[in-house]
T-cell receptor, first 113, second 113 residues
């Protein structure tokens, strides 16, 4: 139980375009999901907390207009990287909260050319 | 504010040897504590967690961890390491109110044949 999926697993896009990443909880409902960014050989950096039916809460220094988060249902949260630039290239990981425990998706590797 | 310290950046053990990964935390109340494992290019997998009760917690893949309040520690142990255990290990402390977790910087485990 407590399986979380992410789609796509890998995406390459051109600079200036937008990319949407989906995070789904497959066998439970998640009122709260989290979005992280991870740089090579580093820990996870929390970007934002996504709450179903309300606005996301962004961590300090994260541009909310650049990283749009939508949590329209209890099983789906999306992260849209708008007007992506090469510096946005990274590994993005989501997690879904189930009974005070975060369960993670497999991650999305984004490469912006 | 809560914090997590994993003092060992990199540990190398021989296959079949015992393993202990250290984790120290700072939190104002009784914490929620977690250990996760991450293989390269993958998301994080929950190994075990502690919320309350028995301070020795059993997890998946033969791992266990012991919560020691007096030492503010939650060290991860395994009696006999397998080559497949080579990965990055993250300790995390959870905010019991918001569900957010703070992660340590991780410990890279290398297993020698």
């Amino acid at each position: 139980g407590a399986v979380v999926s992410q789609h796509p697993s890998r995406v390459i896009c051109k600079s200036g375009t937008s990319v949407k990443i989906e995070c789904r909880s497959l066998d439970f409902q998640a009122t709260t999901m989290f979005w992280y960014r991870q740089f090579p050989k580093q820990s996870l950096m929390l970007m934002a907390t996504s709450n179903e039916g309300s606005k996301a809460t962004y961590e300090q220094g994260v541009e909310k207009d650049k990283f749009l988060i939508n949590h329209a249902s209890l099983t789906l949260s999306t992260l849209t990287v708008t007007s992506a630039h090469p510096e946005d290239s990274s590994f993005y990981i989501c997690s879904a909260l189930n009974r005070e425990t975060q369960y993670f998706g497999p991650g999305t590797r984004l490469l912006v050319l | 504010a809560q914090s997590v310290t994993q003092p060992d950046i990199h540990i190398t053990v021989s296959e079949g040897a015992s393993l202990e990964l250290r984790c120290n935390y700072s939190y104002g109340a009784t914490p929620y504590l977690f250990w996760y494992v991450q293989s390269p290019g993958q998301g994080l997998q929950l190994l075990l967690k502690y919320f309350s009760g028995d301070t020795l917690v059993q997890g998946i893949k033969g791992f266990e961890a012991e919560f020691k309040r007096s030492q503010s520690s939650f060290n991860l142990r395994k009696p006999s390491v397998h080559w497949s255990d080579a990965a990055e290990y993250f300790c995390a402390v959870g905010d019991t109110n918001a569900g957010k977790s703070t992660f340590g910087d991780g410990t890279t485990l290398t297993v020698k044949p």
